[in-house]
């Protein structure tokens, strides 16, 4: 099996599973007891926990949650800062190329009263920078973004976002789930950061949230308040772990190689028959969004069993819809339905990728 799609998931690292062993075989103590064991296991929390602060916001005033995973960082940040932001500022703005747990949480907060304003992007899936000054204004209590789309790769202009929301004095929520570690993260226009561990080569079922000082979202969840009075529930001590050491990981990798990916994946599935979706340039080159006319993506699938690529976001597989994303760049249904999504990254080879590129090439031709 050829594994190309790492915007699904990502594989885990040998060194991120072996500093979990001890935690899932040898030891069990709560993170949150009192006696010698508790105590040691909260130590392997917050090595994690400073780990984790190095790689995503060295230097920056703020602290570091960890939760269930970046669903309930991004529903967390939403609602938790809406709650807070009392009846003068009932605008909640984001794009219209969000992930579900973004565009999801501001419509459940529609039904709470939030006035919900949700911008539209260009053809290159960037969003429109006149709708969002328009938009974002003193009224606004957040502005929520992601750094990096997970279905077409496009870097969205964090810094600029930020700015705006700060002149206004909106707080600036951003998904990284898929651009921390790969492309600039401008944390200080930032308030609260959304990441999650299985993106970046940890253990999936937990994320966290960063929150810069100040900004802190109302309480979700109830119960211990063991993440600082904030957040309740037990920890898994190796869950941290391997989600540190995954964090720590990320300044060794060699941005070159994805790079040397891209072009070799693009010489393959090339135009004029393969066509990109999104944003020649501000993109994320481990993800290669492609469509061909005509094509039936199921019966590649099919015919291609033997390579993990993705007909659009895992979150959305299974629903029979088209993607939203897609959708929102100007593509009809039916373009949409001819798309396939190749991601890739520091355990790719160079030799199997293009082998596998080639198969589904061939395939998608009816060779």
């Known amino acids: 099996m050829t594994y190309l799609d790492y915007q699904a998931t990502t594989p885990l690292a040998p060194e991120a599973f072996e500093a979990m062993v001890p935690w899932l075989r040898d030891h069990h103590a709560n993170p949150h007891s009192p006696h010698r064991e508790g105590r040691r296991a909260k130590a392997t929390v917050e090595v994690a926990r400073d780990q984790v602060l190095a790689a995503l916001a060295p230097g920056a005033e703020g602290r570091l949650f ?73 009224r606004t209590a957040l502005v929520a973004a992601m750094l990096v789309n997970n279905e077409i790769g496009v870097v969205q202009p964090i810094a600029w976002l930020g700015e705006l929301a700060r002149s206004v004095g909106a707080v600036m929520v ?78 060794q990798d060699d941005p070159s190689h994805v790079e040397t990916l891209w072009d070799a994946a693009r010489a393959v599935l090339s135009a004029p028959d393969w066509v990109l979706n999104g944003d020649a340039g501000a993109r994320w080159h481990g993800n290669l969004n492609v469509r061909m006319d005509g094509l039936d993506v199921a019966r590649l699938m099919s015919e291609c069993r033997d390579i993990a690529f993705s007909a659009g976001s895992a979150c959305a597989s299974g629903s029979g819809r088209t993607s939203h994303v897609l959708r929102a760049i100007g593509l009809s249904d039916a373009q949409a339905k001819n798309a396939i999504r190749i991601g890739f990254g520091r355990y790719t080879r160079q030799e199997e990728l293009v082998a596998a590129l080639q198969a589904i090439d061939r395939a998608a031709r009816g060779q």
């Open 174 to 251: 951003c998904d990284a789930v898929q651009g921390w570690g790969r492309v600039a993260l401008p944390v200080s226009v930032c308030d609260l950061i959304a990441v999650s561990a299985h993106k970046i080569y940890g253990p999936k079922g937990i994320g966290a949230l960063w929150v810069h000082a100040g900004t802190e979202p109302a309480t979700l969840l109830y119960g211990g308040g063991q993440e600082g009075g904030l957040r309740s529930g037990t920890l898994s001590p190796a869950l941290c772990a391997g989600f540190g050491v995954s964090a720590a990981l990320l300044t």
């Open 66 to 138: 960890f939760t269930s995973g970046a669903t309930e960082a991004a529903n967390w940040a939403i609602a938790g800062t809406f709650e807070r932001s009392g009846a003068a500022r009932p605008k909640v703005v984001t794009i219209a190329t969000e992930h579900s747990c973004v565009l999801d949480t501001v419509q459940a907060l529609a039904a709470r009263g939030a006035e919900v304003v949700v911008l539209p992007v260009g053809a290159d899936g960037l969003v429109d920078r006149d709708a969002a000054v328009a938009a974002i204004d003193e």
